[in-house]
């Protein structure tokens, strides 16, 4: 395979994943993938992928096979170490999807800035799923003084920001009837 070749997969595979309108595009997206990683099997970027069609192909055990993949190949991966965190959400395994997330900040380089967003978004995500309701509402307030215009983060913490107005609220004794 061609340099071209593997870039007009991964460019393809990216494609059907991102406009996919059923199972068959995601399965038609595994192919281009498969035919990339064949070309260029220690490629992290195309593992990176597989994770993210497997996912989105509700396998979660073989996205975690390939996103363990990627990070084997390339550790220092923040992209690589978030896909590998939202992925262990999936599995509900949350504990490690937490350790997973902040490596991934912990990596963070200032090319990767595009991932902000989603990384504080993942993280409260996991400490909201752990009902650490506290650390999810103070790591969505550092995520919106990083991404102020964030609709994603601040969709994330209404709900959390209603529960604790709710939570304050007491019933009176001998109220309406």
């Known amino acids: 395979m061609r340099h071209d070749e593997f870039d007009d997969c991964m460019e393809m595979a990216r494609s059907l994943l991102g ?3 059923g199972a068959g595009d ?4 595994n192919e281009h993938v498969n035919r990339a990683l064949r070309a260029r099997p220690t490629e ?17 055990l073989a996205a975690l096979a390939a996103a363990e993949m990627a990070i084997r190949r390339a550790p220092r991966s923040t992209e690589a170490q978030y896909v590998r965190a939202a992925v262990l959400a999936d599995l509900e395994r949350y504990h490690d999807a937490l350790k997973a997330v902040e490596r991934a900040f912990r990596h963070m380089q200032p090319e990767d800035d595009w991932l902000l967003e989603d990384l504080y978004y993942e993280k409260a995500a996991i ?6 309701a506290d650390e999810a509402m103070a790591t969505f307030e550092a995520g919106l003084r ?18 604790k107005v709710r939570s ?3 019933v009176l004794p001998g109220g309406l009837r």
Do not use: F, H, V
């Open 127 to 132: 400490l909201d799923a752990l009902d650490r």
């Open 19 to 21: 406009g996919y309108e």
């Open 44 to 60: 992290p970027e195309a593992w990176i992928l597989k994770s993210q069609i497997l996912s989105s192909l509700d396998d979660d």
């Open 146 to 163: 990083q991404c102020p215009e964030s609709t994603l983060l601040k969709a994330g913490i209404e709900p959390l920001r209603r529960e």
């Open 168 to 170: 304050k609220l007491t």
């Open 26 to 29: 995601l399965w038609e997206a």
